[in-house]
């Protein structure tokens, strides 16, 4: 569950606990329309968020359950009456709110005996301070996967210059004509196949990594043109986190110029195939006749 930010649906049931609800302009107070953050200096939104987040965790069965926390807008808290006039009546800052509101939710998650999640947004960019069980999805680059892990922090990696699906399919902002995505370019397999899970660590924080996701956000996505943006790239990405830095023939992975690019293209060839067989409209990597070749297409070096 996404939060404080990207809430504005509460508004329709709950108008009383978000702030900058559908405000205009909204590139001012949000990251995307419609606008929309909970009010996290109000005592009365802190334990409508209590609520919320027990009642989930009791819904759902996993081990593990994120607050969010991606994306957060000052300026949508900051011009909204109610926050500031909370804010003046407990003598405290929006980020004294903010870090309140992120352990009131987390302390609910692992009450309910689940590991909290949270963006990586809340621990660089607003310095909100996490217990050291929280894992933290680092996502808008991979670069900061070294400074989540020099906190001592368990990370989950989801960079956006590696592994977003979503991107290099052009904007959705009707009239920006020239846009491209935000996180250009597309993100092709070779890409994701080169990441480094590790790269930048120390030996010793090695352990502090977990895995990693490939994320699609459905902005330019639907049922009808979900199967060719997903596969066969994630499969790319899910080899990187199964099979780490050493193949099963002990060459490293990493040298993708070369040999393990051409080794790892033949197995997503055939598991595309696969996929079509059994009617995932996975899209073609190749044309059938390298696809029959192996390695015969690659550049001389």
Known sequence: MDSPGHTNAISAAHPEHIACAAK??????????????LRIASPATLAFARTMFASVATTLPGTMMSSGGDEVNLPCWEEDAE???DLARRDIT???????????????IKDHGKTPFIKSDMVLTHNVPVANDTVVVVWQTSEDAASVAARGL??????S????????AGEWIGNDVLGNSWCDPFKTWQRAYSFDPYANLTAEQHSLVLGGQMPLWSEQSSPENLDP?????????????????????????FNVNVTSS???????????YRLVDRGINAIALQPKWCVLRPGECDLDS
Do not use: K
Request: aromatic content about 10%; glycine content about 8%.
């Open 262 to 272: 051409t080794q790892a293209l033949a197995r997503l060839n055939e598991l595309r």
């Open 24 to 37: 205009s302009p909204w590139s001012t107070y949000a990251s995307e329309p419609p606008a929309g953050q």
């Open 83 to 85: 926050t500031m006039a």
């Open 161 to 168: 210059n590696y592994f977003y699906l979503d991107c290099g």
């Open 229 to 253: 943006i997903v596969w066969p790239r994630l499969a790319a990405g899910a080899e990187v986190f199964w099979t780490g830095a050493t193949l099963p023939d002990g060459s490293s992975r």
């Open 94 to 108: 929006i980020a004294d709110a903010l870090n309140e509101f992120v352990q009131t939710v987390q302390g609910v």
């Open 154 to 159: 368990r990370l989950i990696h989801q960079p």
